[in-house]
Nanobody, 121 residues
Framework: QVQLVESGGGSVQTGGSLRLSCEVS????????MGWHRQAPGKQRELVAD???????NYADSVKGRFTISRDIAKNTVYLQMSSLNPEDTAIYYC???????????????WGQGTQVTVSS
């Protein structure tokens, strides 16, 4: 099974920026889609952004124009550049992927452990 390791979370003030990273490792695989979900206290988990194998991006309306998702294919890593952060962005951010595990010959989803992002007013 693959592993997803997230980094870059932390605490910032309103208007600040953070960049989240998520690296996939542990097998030989082809990624179909990678992205980020988040879950704030008392709210449902929601999609933040994702990017397909062809580089097509998708964003939640609440983050359009402020967040940018990108990937480094050679490093099996997805990034989320977050700018103009506000308290509404406070949540646990979870990296996810759907991939074709070429060693196991299976297609499946995988999730990171989550990283806390806190934005103070």
């Amino acid at each position: 099974q693959v592993q997803l390791v997230e980094s870059g979370g932390g605490s910032v003030q309103t208007g600040g920026s953070l960049r989240l990273s998520c690296e996939v490792s542990g097998s030989i695989f082809s990624i179909n889609v990678m992205g980020w979900h988040r879950q704030a206290p008392g709210k449902q988990r929601e999609l933040v952004a994702d990017i397909t194998s062809r580089g097509i991006t998708n964003y939640a309306d609440s983050v359009k124009g402020r967040f940018t998702i990108s990937r480094d294919i050679a490093k099996n890593t997805v990034y989320l550049q977050m700018s103009s952060l506000n308290p509404e962005d406070t949540a646990i951010y979870y990296c996810f992927t759907n991939l074709d595990d070429l060693y196991a010959r299976r297609v499946y989803d995988a999730w990171g452990q989550g990283t806390q992002v806190t934005v103070s007013s």
